[in-house]
């Protein structure tokens, strides 16, 4: 299983992170801006002592001099971190004083006396940053002197990392004291997730109250919500579970009590005909407690997650309806009641499960034939409408009998419910196990008045399907045998 981040960490990462990132871009701009207010500086101190050298040249009779006091250039050479070298040098390049290691400078360009030129050169394999101007002496109108004086870089470099140092260090302290303060809040917005898992986690299985919304934030309400929704379908379910089982064991206790009764009854018999009549009672109550173990069983395999629609093939609903029919000849012959199945001119397939389909046949055709008084009729007839994906399949049996009143056709397919006087035992199963049996198959049931607002009609409407042979063979399971076609009285 794919373990997803916690909460916490997703917005942890998503706080921290960009916290993180900003305040080293602001760490990274504020180290830029010292680094070159701290460089400007030493540059201006560089060209202060080019100035300084620059005072001490003179012109005597037409010959450069430069009287350096000793002080000056203890001034100039005094620096405890850097070496200083300085250099003044005539317009040929010649030394007049001076170091002579410095690199010369650009003899062809004229640099305005006011203002110095920067460089950085390499001198006894040292980086050094030189300032240097050239000037014209009083009286002369040649720039004729240039003046270098160059500087090691190490103050440079010391005075950078202590700006690092003093910048970065209260930028981590900040860094840190975020994450610390977006993980307190971070843990004290969830801790109402808690309360709510807590309140989930300590109830019993059978406690399924809806979850109280009170103090549940805001962003979490649709998810309790969609909770409480199924809380209550689990409710309703868990609850007519529970009718259904107390139903079953109810109508199961009746007729096995009735079997003990009638079997002891029997043992007191000593008159062959009293027995026989005892024994034909106990075969009416195993036949009434086999059928209700029978539907019970098809109500649990109905059950939506009883039912593994992979196996299911395509199966001719005439088949099933005329099959259906044949079977329950004998039960509308004993009623003198006339049973028809119309045949339409094609198969019409459904995708379904077949014992299922006949079940459900069974179940409504039986219907009709019992709750039609002697004499009447039912007719079977199944038909094709619709075109293409619309492609429906109708299955409808029809009788005209008492009917069923409007009100009660809902009613009737709920488990256990009968409509009352009729004079026909049942256990009101049938038709909640047609129901079941439609709900898993996609097929909607709908009971109208029957022909000429007589009696019943119970249509039930499937999707339809190709026939198989215009499927490919992996679709469906084995082809079904052909369906008769001609209109029959079965
Ligand atoms: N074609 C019909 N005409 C009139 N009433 C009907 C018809 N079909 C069903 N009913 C009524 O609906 C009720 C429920 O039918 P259902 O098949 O569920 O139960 P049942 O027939 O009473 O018992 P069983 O579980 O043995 O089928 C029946 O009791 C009956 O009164
Ligand atoms: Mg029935």
């Known amino acids: 299983m794919k373990v997803n981040p916690s909460i916490r960490t997703q917005l942890l990462a998503w706080l921290v992170i960009p916290i993180l990132v900003l305040l080293l871009v602001g760490t990274g701009l504020m180290y830029g801006l010292a680094i070159e207010l701290a460089s400007d500086a030493y540059d201006k101190a560089l060209v202060d002592s080019v100035y300084s050298v620059s005072a001490c040249v003179e012109d005597v009779k037409n010959k450069i001099v430069v009287d350096l006091p000793p002080q000056a250039l203890a001034i100039l050479r005094d620096n405890p971190k850097d070496k200083v070298f300085y250099q003044v040098l005539d317009e040929k390049g010649h030394l007049i004083a001076g170091d002579a290691c410095l690199p010369a400078p650009d003899l062809n360009e004229r640099i305005d006396s006011t203002t110095a030129k920067f460089r950085d050169e390499k001198v006894k394999g040292e980086e050094v940053r030189i300032a240097s101007i050239n000037f014209a002496l009083p009286g002369q109108k040649e720039e004729a002197v240039f003046i270098q004086v160059a500087e090691t870089l190490k103050g440079r470099e010391q005075i950078a990392e202590e700006i690092l140092q003093r910048v970065l260090l209260p930028q981590l302290v900040m860094v840190f004291m975020s994450a610390l303060i977006v993980w307190f809040g971070v843990t004290r917005g969830l801790h109402t997730l808690n309360n709510l898992r807590d309140a989930v986690a300590s109830r019993t299985p059978s406690d399924l109250r809806p979850i109280p919304l009170d103090n549940v934030p805001r962003e979490v309400r649709p998810l309790v919500h969609a909770i409480n929704e199924l809380l209550d379908r689990l409710r309703e379910d868990l609850q007519a579970q529970r009718r259904f089982v107390a139903n079953a064991a109810h109508q199961l206790r009746t007729p096995i009590a009735g079997l003990k009764t009638q079997s002891e009854l029997a043992l007191r018999q000593t008159d062959p005909a009293d027995v026989r009549y005892a024994l034909a009672q106990i075969h009416t109550a195993a036949e009434r407690s086999a059928r209700l173990t029978n539907q019970l069983l098809a109500l649990a395999r109905s059950e939506p997650g009883a039912v593994d629609s992979a196996l299911w093939q395509a199966v001719d609903l005439q088949t099933v309806a005329k099959n259906a029919s044949k079977e329950l000849v004998s039960l509308a012959l004993g009623k003198n009641i006339d049973l028809g199945f119309e045949s339409s001119p094609a198969s019409i ?14 179940n409504i055709i039986e219907n009709a034939v019992l709750y039609t008084p002697e004499g009447g009729h039912v007719t079977v007839r ?35 419910y009968r409509v009352s006087d009729r004079g026909v ?30 009696g019943t009609t119970v249509t039930i409407d499937f999707p339809a399907v190709s026939p198989p042979e215009l499927l490919s063979a992996t679709d469906f399971g084995p082809r079904i045998s052909n369906p008769l076609h001609e209109s029959s009285t079965v």
């Not at 397939?349 to 069974?362: C, P, R, Y």
């Not at 399949?393 to 709920?414: K, M, N, W, Y």
């Open 349 to 362: 397939f459904i995708s379904g499960d077949h014992a299922s389909l006949h079940e459900m046949a069974s």
């Open 382 to 416: 199944v038909e094709a409408s619709g075109q293409g994906a619309e492609k429906r399949a109708l299955l409808i049996v029809e009788d005209d009998g008492r009917g069923i009143a409007p009100d009660e056709r809902e009613r009737i397919f709920e488990r256990f």
């Open 425 to 454: 035992s049942g256990s009101g199963l049938g038709l909640a196990i047609v129901r079941e049996i439609a709900n898993v198959h996609k097929a909607q049931i709908i009971v109208s008045d029957g022909p000429d607002n007589q």
